[in-house]
């Protein structure tokens, strides 16, 4: 682990030293000594599959994507916080390129932790929060199913694009719960009831805890799947070869059920705010659980 965040730095130096105008080295520097390396220097982490991050006057990580220094997401959270991250920890699931962690941390947040089980995504990651100098911000390549419960608790725990990726959401609820002394942000998608979407199956039931939820089986990949090829599924699933979906009622008390004080659901799409939420909104919900 330490050689390989090592030559993420040496990466990013570089990237910074090119945007400066030095002359990268030769050869481009590689990922880490005796692993399968992408070959070039920094510039070949670019572009981001997902988040439009500025990391400098004329440069940006993506010509697409969201942009979480601006989204509806970041601002539903500083708006819960009454305004302000200050004081605050936060950690981000499946952080993905870490756009929302450095959003944060940017914001103010004592400390943003972004959790990333893929190493190229959080050399993404890291590309980025070097550029932008937050040193109150951090990555760590792990799954979050067990990171998230050996960290002492977050104020925060924002949860975007993750919670439909995992085979038992109820289980992934009571963990957040436990890492949760505010508020958490929920944004997944849930399945219909009266019809599948995003090549789910027909509706089923899923036991957790000694509940039985409805809801919808949502295929990751293949089962066999190579080690080195689910590497490079960055949206996909981590650990979980499939995904249960449960229906929108069914998720509700999933977050009572993991102990959840409050729940309250928020809608960008009808509070005029849905174009700075970018996402695919078809069954897309998104909930904000306090302690």
């Known amino acids: ?65 969201s942009r979480p220094s601006t989204d509806v997401r970041t ?89 439909y990726h995992v085979a038992d959401p109820a289980e992934m609820l009571r963990s957040m719960r436990a890492a949760c002394t505010h508020l958490a942000l929920i944004d997944t998608h849930v399945a219909d009831p009266e019809r599948a979407t995003h090549g789910c199956s027909p509706m089923t039931e899923r036991m957790s805890g000694g509940v039985s939820s409805p809801g919808r089986m949502f295929p990751e990949y293949a089962p066999d799947v190579s080690d080195g090829e689910k590497e490079g599924l960055v949206w996909a699933a981590y650990s979980d070869v499939d995904a249960f979906w449960p229906t929108e009622a069914a998720l509700v008390d999933m977050i009572r059920t993991a102990g959840f004080a409050r729940v309250e659901k928020v809608d960008p799409l009808t509070d005029g705010r849905g174009d700075r939420w970018g996402v695919d909104p078809i069954n897309r919900v998104m909930y904000l659980a306090y302690v």
Do not use: Y
């Open 1 to 65: 682990m330490i050689a390989l965040i090592t030559a993420i730095a040496r990466r990013c130096r570089a990237a910074l030293d090119e945007l400066r105008g030095t002359p990268s080295p030769t050869p481009p520097i590689a990922v880490a000594e005796g692993t399968d390396a992408r070959g070039a220097g920094w510039w070949d982490l670019l572009p981001f599959t997902a988040h439009r991050i500025t990391l400098a006057p004329g440069l940006e990580t993506a010509a697409i994507g």
């Open 75 to 163: 601002e539903i959270v500083l708006e819960a916080c009454g305004g302000s991250l200050d004081g605050r920890t936060v950690v981000d699931l499946g952080c993905l390129e870490g756009g929302f962690t450095l959003a944060f941390a940017e914001r103010g947040a004592q400390h943003a932790l972004g959790i990333e089980a893929r190493e190229l995504s959080v050399q993404r990651c890291e590309l980025a929060r070097s550029f932008l100098g937050l040193d109150n911000a951090e990555f760590v390549i792990a799954d979050l199913k067990t990171e998230l419960p050996r960290r002492d608790p977050f104020d925060i725990v924002f949860a975007t694009g993750i919670l």
